[in-house]
């Protein structure tokens, strides 16, 4: 049976590779930092890395790792269980308080990933007879969520503020019961940040929750670090905050649900991925709790961060290239054409530099980019250092 399978396993995959949308991997033999060292998979060495999410450079950071070994010894590997069997233990009571704290809401509700946290919040707290309104942009795994859901779909345009009241509009005509918000806090393609004043005061005007993926802000975004919410001065007003741990918080993996006490205590009696999934491992919970710490004790991080993005939007700017507009870590540089984005990825890491060209269809047609993310483990020499390199690589392109 399998042998005309796999004949159309390799037809697929062969398409894929003819599009130019093959995702290759490179194999790194270092920790996650500003530098790794790439064994396989592309030019075998030591190069810049400017495509992680290791927005605070915590991934390697030293008293992050001593905080992950002493919780070995003391909480051991994995808890082999699920959180209402026998996989609660103290560290991870300790860490859900830490983030309601941090983030401003009631309580928190930990998971394996933010994909699962957000593949459980939908069906859990909607019904057929709710309504889910939902950026275009946001990230799959919302998209995901909500087709778990029986509840209405209603999509508005990216950040438009008149076709998601529209929308609601439509939701409230149509009779819904619930009607829930939801968007990214940052567009991780693009870098843009939703307006989420504005959506909290629509969501008012029409008595709707207001959700929101902070995946990409939470650690580094608004005064304390606090994200989206806390930029637009909103924490009391965002009924959903979901998350990771995976990206700002340390860069492990783990994801997490913020919100008012009666949806996180439903989610904890309903939500699928929680009830059904191993527990978040304890040596995470601990060296996020250690992220809090450094986070909550300094800002040092957060304005590093914030000069070095500086410094690359400038100098980029400065040498032509398209960057789309904004002060979000995530810096995109516009190609448009899918094969010039691969082939410029391709002659930065000949250069040094490792960045990825992103492509049809993770953003649309014609709008091809390299999406570069900065760090605040990154020198002001190695943000100088990557310029130099996109104008060399764009130089030999246009040869």
């Known amino acids: ?31 996650q930092s500003a530098t790794v060292e790439v064994t396989a998979g592309g030019r075998p060495g030591e190069v810049l890395n400017f495509c992680a999410n290791n927005y605070l450079g915590l991934a390697d950071h030293p008293e992050v790792v001593a905080a992950a070994h002493e919780a070995l010894d003391r909480w051991g590997y994995g808890m082999a269980s699920v959180r209402f069997i026998c996989g609660t233990q103290e560290v991870h009571k300790e860490l859900e308080a830490r983030l309601s704290a941090f983030l401003g809401q009631e309580d928190t509700i930990l ?29 799959a795994s919302i998209i995901d969520g909500i087709r778990l859901s029986k ?41 843009y940040v939703a307006p989420l004043r504005e959506i909290c005061d629509l969501a008012d005007r029409y008595d709707a929750m207001v959700m929101v993926d902070d995946s990409h802000a939470v650690g580094f975004v608004g005064p304390g670090g606090r994200g989206t919410p806390e930029l637009h001065g ?15 918080l340390g860069g492990a993996s783990g ?18 991925p929680y009830l059904f999934s191993n527990t978040l491992a304890p040596v995470i919970a601990a060296a996020s709790l250690k992220v809090l710490d450094l986070l909550e004790s300094a800002d040092d991080l957060r304005v590093r961060l914030a000069e070095n993005t500086a410094l690359f939007r400038r100098r980029m700017t400065a040498e032509g290239f398209d960057i789309l507009p904004g002060d979000h870590a995530i810096a995109p540089v516009m190609i448009g054409d899918a094969a010039r984005a691969g082939r410029m990825a391709e002659l930065l890491l000949e250069r040094g530099v490792y960045v990825i060209g992103f492509s049809y269809p993770v953003v649309p047609q014609g709008q091809a980019r390299i999406r570069v993310q900065l760090s605040a483990a990154h020198s002001t020499e190695d943000v100088n250092r990557v310029v130099d390199a996109f104008v060399a690589a764009r130089a030999e392109l246009e040869g």
């Open 111 to 139: 998971y394996s990933s933010c994909f699962d946290a957000n593949g459980g919040v939908f069906e859990t707290v909607l019904g057929p007879e709710d309504a889910v309104i939902s950026d275009a942009l946001n990230h």
């Open 1 to 31: 049976m399998f042998d005309s399978v796999r004949n159309d396993l390799r037809a697929t995959l062969d398409e894929i590779r003819a599009a130019g949308l093959h995702k290759p991997e490179r194999v790194i033999g270092t920790p």
């Open 234 to 248: 909103v924490m009391d007003r965002v009924d959903i905050i979901t998350g990771t741990l995976g990206k700002a």
């Open 255 to 272: 994801g997490y649900v913020a919100a008012r006490a009666e949806i996180v205590a439903l989610l904890r009696q309903r939500s699928r």
């Open 151 to 191: 509840a209405r779909r209603f999509r508005y345009a990216n950040r438009d503020l008149a076709d998601l009241e529209q929308q609601l509009k439509e939701a409230t005509e149509g009779g819904a019961r619930r009607k829930l918000v939801v968007t990214d806090g940052v567009f991780s393609m693009d870098g």
